[in-house]
């Protein structure tokens, strides 16, 4: 009786096999335990009716939890192959699905070519038949005939000349040949020099020939190698065979597969990036335009402009050609052009094709409308870009990244394992992000470089436009192009089941949600890195001593004099920084107020959170050797308050704001209550505050234009002390 062994406890494996294999081997792989599964003879009904023959219940229940945990150890096992081999394994698929359509098209060209085999030898066939009948009937008839006339001789001779002409493809001689033909005829039928039979046959025989000759001539037109003269002589020669129509169709056509052939050409030569959008944009319009120009020429030439049904078809052909065109340059050229705001790019590129479609104006083609249509919303997006944030050359590199990045990991979504895509894009926005933290003048990193002969990877933006420009590069990266990017992943993969695809839906939108908000805070770690770095200019001097120090309140109560009240220096260039990092980010986020503001805000609440929370600041205040007097109380309420003021006049006075001035203030009030003083009897009323803080703004604006009085500028105007 075959013995099994198992281990008891849920989550273990033991291994099924042998009697050399029933023992419990801690030491045994994965691989080990799956080998007896693994051979090609395996059959599972016999397994199992050779195991559980002689078992009883318990034993059975043992295998199924055995089987149940061993198919979890092989998924996972597969799982970890999957991710292992990952770009093996897309590597793989991109080389199948190439050559399923190299099979596909080696398919379609044999089916074609067969099809050709056999209408070529069905035609041979039937042009053979159709010349012996004829000639065996010619011949039937004028060999009963013992004299043959003049006439008759031309006939025979006539025909026969012909079809050699035709057989060697002696164009021009075969046209002339017909014409005699046709002359011929009118003065037979006139003379009547010729039996009806023998007329008959003349008249099928110069038809059948003008079919025949006609068919060369299309086919010419439709050869690669055949020149502009070539097709523009042989529409000529259709034409004057009686078949104006096709002719005119084949001879646009022509131009049309001669200008495709030049544009393919073209394609495999030029990437058509934004840097040479110039060029790419002349080169591919004036290759169009001048075969638009050669057709119409030709067109013109041949059929004149008598005929509107030309005419038309000239116009229907020549929009056409103008609208591939216009897509071409808007996928290589105007789209991106249009989504990073490059204004220049974009009206140059209209510029140029207009200027070659004006030239065609001549020739009766006013095909400026059809431009118009496709590239005016371009150029609309294009200038409305042009005044929100524009982004870097590094900016726009990491976006192309990202959104190649999503193309290329289509099969991701479809194996449920877009999370991964989602993470690695985290991780290589975070290293961006860090990039961007070190071309800020004061970060850690930017000064571990300085003294140094490490090369730097990023250049330090050294102006304030430079840094904001940086932070909106950021801004745009994170909140609108990343996530559009990730969207478009969502949408590639497209079920069967409607229900199916609501429900997967549901299923991504928490994950994108997500993904969201850690671009977000890789952002803001940006931001607050702008946001400190300028704080600390404001507080710290060149030599590292602080500026913003207690003894800028403890000093005033000693002097012996009134202060001109007026907030103090560092406020002041707090004020006169925050003016010009506002009109700065203005500009930067046209239709992105809230952005500005927000940065204003983290600005402002830099400085403030670090004179609420400097230890050494309050120490000193609380319980330094010399105490806060009562104006020096009043200059740091009139600071809190010009702060309050000009951040409530720029719409950024946030609520941590208001909360930190005013626990400020209120430590402030302790500490003068502590030395024994009321601070109700020492702060003049709030309007005071509030006046000389808007006179403040007002002047350092250059708005004022008054000077400040003296009772103004005294608390004791507003009611002094209580």
């Known amino acids: 009786m075959d013995q099994m062994a198992f281990v008891t406890p849920r989550g273990s494996l033991s291994s099924i096999g042998d009697s050399t294999e029933l023992e419990v081997n801690p030491n045994l792989t994965l691989s080990d335990k799956l080998r007896v599964f693994k051979s090609s003879s395996f059959d599972p009904n016999a397994f199992i009716q050779t195991k559980s023959r002689a078992m009883n219940e318990k034993e059975i229940r043992h295998l199924c939890v055995y089987l149940v945990d061993l198919k979890k150890a092989s998924a996972e096992e597969m799982r970890k192959s999957v991710l292992a081999n990952y770009s093996a394994f897309i590597r793989t698929s991109k080389e199948i699905s190439d050559l ?142 009686g078949d104006g129509p096709r002719a005119h169709t084949l001879l646009l056509n022509a131009h049309k597969e001669k200008l495709q052939r030049k ?50 078809e000239l116009v229907t052909w020549a929009v056409g050609q103008v609208e591939n065109c216009a897509l071409l340059l808007k996928k290589r050229i ?22 070659h479609c004006q030239l065609l104006e001549a020739n009766g083609l006013a095909l400026s409308p059809v431009l118009l249509k496709h590239f005016r919303p371009l150029v609309e997006q294009a200038f409305v870009s042009s005044s929100q944030p524009k982004l870097s050359s590094s900016a726009h590199k990491f976006n192309s990244l990202v959104q190649e990045l999503f193309e290329d990991v289509e099969p991701l979504e479809i194996l449920q394992l877009d999370g991964l895509a989602y993470e690695g894009l985290l991780r290589v926005f975070n290293s961006y992000i ?9 970060s850690v990193e930017t000064e571990n470089l300085e003294g140094t002969s490490v090369h730097k990877i990023v250049k330090i933006a050294e102006t304030e436009a430079q840094q904001i420009a940086v932070l909106a590069n950021a801004i745009l990266l994170g909140d609108e192009l990343i996530p559009r990017a990730v969207v478009k992943l969502s949408h590639s993969s497209k079920g069967d089941e409607s229900h199916r695809k609501g429900s997967d839906k549901q299923q991504r939108l ?14 803001d770690r940006l931001r607050d890195s702008f946001c400190r770095q300028h704080a600390l200019e404001l507080i710290f001097n060149e030599e590292g001593e602080t500026r913003l120090n207690a003894m800028m309140y403890l000093s005033l109560d000693g ?58 600041f309050w120490g000193e205040v609380e319980t330094g050797p010399t105490p806060l007097g009562p104006l020096g109380l009043q200059q740091l309420y009139l ?23 005013k626990d400020i203030i ?40 008054f000077d400040i009085d003296d009772d103004v500028g005294s608390p004791f105007a507003a009611g002094g002390y209580n």
């Open 100 to 241: 399923e359509g190299e099979l596909v098209s080696m398919r379609n060209l044999l089916v074609t070519q067969a099809a050709s085999v056999h209408a070529i030898a069905e035609g041979c066939q039937l042009s053979t038949l159709v010349a012996r009948k004829e000639n065996s009937d010619m011949e039937e008839i004028l060999s009963q005939k013992t004299d043959l006339s003049k006439t008759e001789k031309w006939l025979i001779e006539f025909l026969e000349t012909l079809e050699v002409l035709l057989a060697e493809k002696r164009v021009d001689e075969a046209m002339a040949k017909l014409e005699e033909g046709k002359k011929m005829a009118e003065e037979i039928t006139r003379e009547k020099l010729l039996s009806p039979v023998l007329f008959q046959a003349l008249e099928d025989a110069l038809a059948d020939k003008k079919k025949k000759l006609a068919d060369q001539l299309a086919e010419t037109m439709g050869q690669s190698s055949t020149r502009n003269s070539e097709i523009r002589f042989t529409a000529w020669a259709l034409k004057k065979l």
């Open 263 to 312: 544009m393919n050409g073209f394609e495999s030569t030029n990437d058509g990036r934004v840097k040479a959008a110039g060029q790419y944009t002349t080169s591919l319009s004036q290759l169009v335009f001048s075969i638009i120009s050669r057709a119409a020429t030709d067109s013109l030439t041949v059929f004149g402009k008598q005929e509107p049904a030309y005419s038309s």
């Open 334 to 355: 105007l789209a991106s052009a249009a989504a990073t705001g490059s204004l220049r790019v974009a009206v140059e590129s209209v510029h140029v094709c207009m200027s």
């Open 434 to 442: 860090n990039l961007l933290i070190n071309a800020l003048p004061g």
């Open 510 to 523: 928490p994950e994108q949600r997500e993904l969201k908000k850690r671009l977000q805070r890789e952002v």
């Open 559 to 616: 002097q012996g004099q009134q202060p001109e009240w007026f907030p103090s220096t560092i406020f002041q260039e707090l004020f006169a920084k925050l003016t010009r990092v506002a009109t700065i980010a203005t500009d930067m986020f046209v239709g992105k107020d809230r952005y500005a503001t927000l940065l204003l805000m983290r600005l402002a609440e830099s400085v403030i959170l670090f004179l609420a929370d400097d230890q050494t």
């Open 639 to 661: 600071d809190m308050q010009f702060v309050m003021i000009f951040a409530s006049q720029g719409r950024y006075l946030s609520r941590h704001l208001h909360q930190s001035i």
């Open 666 to 705: 209120s430590k402030a009030i302790e500490a003068v209550a502590a030395t024994g003083l009321d601070p109700n009897s020492i702060l003049p009323e709030d309007e005071w505050f509030v006046e000389v803080a808007q006179i403040a703004v007002k002047t350092l604006t250059g708005k004022a234009a």
